[in-house]
């Protein structure tokens, strides 16, 4: 559907085969399906959203990642490796989004629940992003995104930093002076930022496939209610990726 003022939400997922630390990822196993699937279907439960484009690179390596794309009826845009911003900007002007949801390849755990709060809160209005990474409570994995892709041309023009390419919104929420920041706030009974539920390493894909065994049988559209009440019930699970560390930003 779209905003009763016309604006098209278009998410976009950020996602290549040639990650450093875990080459191939995107499209490894959760349940005998691609992780990028996974994703994709707990993304299709946000009424909210218009339309999913993935946003891959020009590596023949991707190729994989477009046919999975194709096959799921979800937009595919293929542009820079390294300047990710340019490839999630030119992705969401291909299919004509005004405001851009953003999510990376290796959060399989979003939930639907949570990005649908943080799409909530920017159309309030009078923001100019809106995240759920500026407070310190959810686990790493359940970052959504929010702001106009005006904004992200914007950014595209003002800064050539590696690390803002890369990493696509860095320079809206670091300079709060020129940009009008929102932040959701994490509920008390799921405040657990010590968690790991992004896949960025074997160990980190190990941990979120048990979670998937738990909960997607029973349950195929679990919350992160249910993520965090099955991890208290098994704590041995996040020990699974405790040593792991998330790589800095700058």
Known sequence: MELSNGMKIVSTIEARMGSS???GKTLAPILGRPMLEVLIERLERVPEIDEIVVATTAEPEDDAIEALARQLDVGCFRGSSDDVLDRVLRAAQAHGADVIVEITGDCPLIDPPTVREVIALFRTGGYDYVS???CEG???GLDT???PTRVLAEVASLT???ADREHVSLYIYEHPERYRLGVVE???DVRRR???LTVDTPEDLELVDGIYERLYPVKPDFTLDDVVAVLDAHPELAEINADIRQ???R
């Open 21 to 23: 630390r875990f080459p």
């Open 186 to 188: 994490t509920p008390a």
């Open 194 to 196: 010590n968690l790991r």
């Open 160 to 162: 050539q930093d590696p």
């Open 247 to 249: 790589k800095a930003l």
């Open 138 to 140: 959810y686990p790493r």
């Open 145 to 147: 995104q929010v702001f």
């Open 132 to 134: 759920n990474i500026q």
